[in-house]
């Protein structure tokens, strides 16, 4: 066992003593009575942005999905292996999740390739076929702040490509119905790791507001 692995399991020892040994009831309620979290979060598999640690919540309190530049793809009509949208549509179908928030990040590694690289254009990458849904996005952004640094290129692609996945969501007719129903809520946060803030999309204004 290496020294990073031998951490975690001391990592899980503290955590089975903080919760199975000191007649800490939550997990024993979870396994009882199931997960019914109230909010599902589609955010990036960045090891900096932890939902549950940023947010500060309790076992149960999330239904988390997470992958690359935290995008959600738009419904397609062929067959394949569709892991975030499974994930959503249980959440939203099954759990009967009442807010989605899309949560974006500074400093997206997904993000930052895409804009330095010019564009996902490397055949057989799975990761540049994945960022070619936000590609339009880098592309307006290069337009139409051609004089911007391109950190603040970066960072308006962030923020941009969370409305992309937004608008996404709204392709799946389980989650429009209950959305204009009133059942369910879409949210767009943006967390800029470096000054500690957590921004939220503002419909009205169209920008990114400090929560």
Known sequence: MTSNTRSLVEGFQRFRERHYESNDSVFQQLVKE?????TLI???????????????CEPGDLFVIRNVA????????????????????????ILGVEHIIVLGHAHCGGITTLVKTGGANVPGSFIDDWMRMVENVRSSVINELPDATVEEQIRECEKRSILVSLENLMTFSWIKGKVDSGQLTLHGWYFDIAHGQLLSFNKQSKIFEDL
């Open 70 to 93: 935290n995008l959600v793809p738009p419904i397609e009509g062929r067959a394949g292996h569709h892991g975030t949208t499974a994930a959503i549509e249980y959440g939203v179908r």
């Open 42 to 56: 589609v955010a990036c598999c960045d090891s900096r942005v932890d939902p549950a640690l940023v947010l500060d």
């Open 34 to 38: 199931g997960q019914t979290p109230k």
